[in-house]
């Protein structure tokens, strides 16, 4: 189904696939290969390995807008694969506890949370791309080959 509803949207899944495999990725190609897309509201960051499913830690998201996709509720649960370290996180690309209070354009999956941990999941997503971090209207960019320059607005088009 997404790919017949991409296809006329004038989306070419292919070549946002290779965009995404080289670092040259749009934003319209990232929107494109999430399951769902969301922006959310960071609440905290805990470490938690009571799961036994490979990652560390939880970032727990309040929902403001979904753009794709399906999440019931209000609350948005993240696992990732940092653990913490006096001093900070033991992998800097996931989304730290001193973010708290931010709003971060997401691009999740559940059934990759699945796959990658062996678990069925009702609750848990895990970030299939980079994030963007919002303020003021603008995206900003958490890493490498994520685009630059971009506003709330580009999401629209």
Do not use: H
Not at 12 to 34: C, F, P, R, Y
């Amino acid at each position: 189904n997404d790919l017949v509803r991409l296809k006329k949207e004038g989306v070419d899944v292919v070549k946002s696939i290779q965009n995404s495999s080289i670092g040259m990725s749009t934003l319209k190609d990232e929107i494109a290969l999430s399951q769902v897309v969301v922006i959310g509201e960071l609440i905290r960051v805990e470490s938690d390995k009571s799961l036994n499913d490979g990652y560390k830690s939880t970032a727990a998201f309040k929902k403001i807008n979904v753009l794709k996709g399906d999440i019931q509720g209000q609350l948005v649960l993240v696992r990732q694969v940092s653990d913490f370290v006096e001093g900070g996180m033991a992998v800097g690309s996931d989304i730290s506890p001193n973010s708290a209070g931010g709003q971060y354009l997401l691009f999740l999956s559940r059934s990759a949370y699945e796959v990658n941990s062996g678990k069925p999941s009702s609750s848990y997503f895990i970030s299939t791309l980079l994030p963007y971090e919002i303020s003021n209207e603008n995206l900003y960019p958490t890493g490498l080959g994520q685009q630059s320059g971009l506003k709330i607005s580009d999401l629209k088009k």
